[in-house]
């Protein structure tokens, strides 16, 4: 988020077609909670294009990219790296360890499909469980993003959107983007 | 959850085929996160099965079932209607309210996916907004349950579960639940 360490969202694995909206979830998510960039395989254009259309749209900055080398890419990612996994450790005890590390570093969140090779939880500074109960990965990135940004990220300025929601107890209401800046 | 009013999530509008993950996901993370039943729509069969099979093998208690009249369920809900739209008011302008409201009475949460009748947003007593922007109606669940019990449902216990998974910084450990009980 803006004037914090870089947080990058990582989707690892992507079935073309069954994943499909899953992957893109992800991908809003990330934005819509305060990552700065989300990371996709190299087979998930169609999500890519629908974050980035979104982005387009509604805001950012947020940026979204293939990588065609995912696990490359964490084995090498100069900063700390958060898996999440219903397997880890529950995340109200490490939370406040990964956001001590966040302040020190750039963190690479690593979303996992179906099947994560050892090779990640070994080289993850942190696997993190949102609950260690089977649910969804975009709930658990929700969650933990929440909490690395305590609820920062929810007031967050979006720039160069082209639209904007006003909130409103009913209805629903949007406006041209220089119209909500009055 | 145990010992508080009840918390009932409904998902609104299922495309079989299409929605099937995603239905999946608002039952499982529902369950997870500290609601206490999950309504779902009459055509989303798969999804209900998947979530009751969760529920057997990893506990409850947690109710799963289908509804064929969702409107009047929601019209005539005998508590607070809180309906989550990116439409509405912002989570952490009106959080406390909700949670005050929880506290007198039961409440249900639910869960659009596209074009929500305009009468839902009518009768609801919160439109609720996870962020103003599009992103996933996983996520807004999730960080939606997880304020609205302000991290307790994290620390939930959970009974006739076959099997528990032991949180670890490295590894995947599921035990048997008698197990884990020692």
Not at 45 to 62: C, H, K, M, N
Not at 84 to 102: F, I, K, S, W
Not at 140 to 163: I, K, M, P, Q, S
């Amino acid at each position: 988020m803006q004037d914090e360490r870089e947080v990058v969202v990582l989707r690892l694995g992507h079935r073309p077609g069954r994943d499909d909206r899953m992957t893109t979830h992800v991908g809003l998510t990330a934005r819509a909670l305060g990552a700065d960039r989300v990371v996709l395989p190299a087979n998930a254009g169609q999500s890519l294009e629908t974050v980035r259309d979104i982005t387009a749209r509604f805001g950012g900055p947020f940026t979204a990219e293939l990588d065609d080398e995912p696990k490359a890419t964490i084995r090498d990612f100069a900063g700390v790296v958060v898996h999440l996994t219903m397997y880890g450790e529950r995340v109200q005890d490490v939370g406040e360890a990964v956001r001590a590390a966040h302040r020190e570093s750039s963190l690479l969140v690593v979303v996992g499909g179906e099947k994560v090779p050892f090779e990640v939880y070994d080289r993850a500074d942190f696997n993190v469980a949102v609950t260690n109960q089977p649910h969804s990965e975009v709930a658990g990135l929700a969650v933990f993003l929440d909490r690395l940004f305590a609820g920062r990220e929810l007031d967050r300025e979006w720039t160069n959107a082209d639209r904007v929601v006003l909130p409103e107890d009913t209805g629903k209401t949007v406006v041209p983007a220089d119209d909500a800046e009055d």
